[in-house]
């Protein structure tokens, strides 16, 4: 079976077949005919494989609406798993993005993304506002940020830290860099100077350290992190936990628990790919509805062939053939899982070990600033009484896409230090 999306769609390389390109006039056609097409491959219908990847392949493009960027991305993931390449694919597109990327192109990319959309800065604002509520009064401050956003996260919480009303504090920043994201040493470095130089603006004694070298999450311990007795903790958890083997999640949180932070703060996608893992139909289910979420919510920020753009599309092209293509085939040196859970899922895992930190007024009134600098549609959810998760949704057109919520060890972890 010959690679669908070999010549990205030239129009001038397809053949015409009205009468299969009729039954697609809806405007939900490409959901419709992808789900088609993976019942197929589950049905091991292999007639009706090739004659919906030939007209998927017809319709599908990088370049077009939201219907064929669709078509085009998960095209390329049921290709794979039909014909058992997902592996050799996604090595290939890790490969691609590595060539590609340079630490200024994707800085630009991230403060972009942020300038147009609060998909990601609206975890930032909320993990700030439980930090500095639980670090308050605390002259030593530590944070192990375990994230990839290059540290964009961290100048508001500088501004804030030079303006507290007491001495100002000291803070060590220590950021954890898997292999995974392709950040190499030179990259941290310029990091490093760019942070410390906006401390001194700040007037902020810093310091700044960097873990790298790591092929997985459970690779850290506490030894690494050089935790002094006399410093208060913060762990700052962006997108960390998906990252993590799906049967080590447990083992992970109580390695955090041993830390004994004084917070742990966590921002993940409010998708499941993880209990559904094992039943492909329903796993590409929730995989195509998160991600017609979040390429609508693209469609609405970036002009429809802007790079960054085109960018961060096939950045999720990776995720979704891990996801749906590679089953157990990632090895050690692969990287990360992708497996995301819902924040009810997190809550019980969490739970075994922390209790929920309550974001303050203050807090919560950031986030509701922060969304009000962005185009409608977007929304905070605030946790309700009969809630089985706490901490709060950043919503898109009604739909919960983002949770952030903040925890602190469970007394009985906080009696004895380990």
């Not at 790591?214 to 311990?221: Q, W």
């Not at 796993?283 to 790079?307: G, H, I, K, Q, V």
């Amino acid at each position: 079976m010959q690679n669908p999306n070999y010549h990205e769609n030239s129009s001038s390389s397809r053949s015409q077949s009205p009468e299969d390109v009729e039954p697609v006039s809806d405007s939900k056609w490409a959901p419709r005919l992808l789900h088609e097409c993976a019942t197929a491959i589950s049905n091991k219908d292999s007639t009706k494989i090739h004659h919906l990847l030939w007209m998927l392949n017809e319709l599908a493009s990088p370049y077009g609406d939201c219907n064929q960027k669709l078509a085009f991305y998960f095209l390329q993931a049921l290709f794979c798993k039909a014909t058992d390449t997902g592996l050799r694919c996604y090595k290939t597109l890790t490969s691609a993005a590595e060539k590609s990327k340079s630490f200024d192109s994707s800085r630009k990319l991230i403060l972009k993304f942020q300038e147009v959309s609060p998909w990601t800065t609206f975890g930032h604002v909320a993990s700030n506002g439980a930090i500095l509520e639980a670090l308050d009064g605390e002259n030593k401050l530590h944070i192990i940020d375990i994230s990839n956003t290059f540290c964009t996260q961290w100048p508001t919480l500088l501004e804030a830290l030079a303006t507290r009303n007491d001495e100002t504090p000291h803070l060590k920043l220590t950021v954890v860099v898997m292999e995974s994201t392709l950040v190499k040493s030179h990259v941290m470095k310029e990091v490093a100077q760019r942070m410390e130089k906006f401390a001194r603006l700040m007037g902020v004694p810093f310091e700044f350290n960097v873990i790298s070298g790591l092929n997985h999450l459970k690779e850290l311990t506490k030894e690494s992190l050089n935790i002094q007795e006399e410093e208060a903790l913060a762990v700052n958890c962006i997108g960390a936990l998906r990252r993590v083997e799906v049967d080590e999640r447990g083992a992970f949180i109580r390695m955090l628990q041993s830390l004994n932070p004084k917070v742990v703060t966590i921002v993940e996608h409010e998708a499941d790919f993880s209990s559904t893992r094992n039943d492909f139909v329903k796993c590409f289910e929730e995989c195509l509805r998160f991600y017609t979420l979040y390429f609508e919510m693209l469609d609405e920020s970036f002009p429809t062939t802007s790079n960054e753009r085109l960018v961060i599309e096939r950045e999720c092209s990776k995720c979704i053939v891990k996801v749906l293509a590679c089953d157990n085939e990632i090895g050690d040196d692969q990287g990360d899982s992708e497996r995301r859970e819902r924040g009810n899922q997190w809550c019980t895992r969490l739970k075994e070990c922390f209790i929920p930190f309550t974001l303050n007024d203050d807090a919560v009134d950031d986030v509701k600033a922060l969304l009000k600098r962005y185009k409608a549609g977007w929304s905070l959810v605030l946790p309700q009484a009969n809630q089985e998760s706490p901490g709060i949704y950043l919503t898109w057109r009604e739909e919960q896409v983002v949770w952030a919520s903040s925890w602190k060890p469970q007394e009985k972890s906080m009696e004895v230090k380990t």
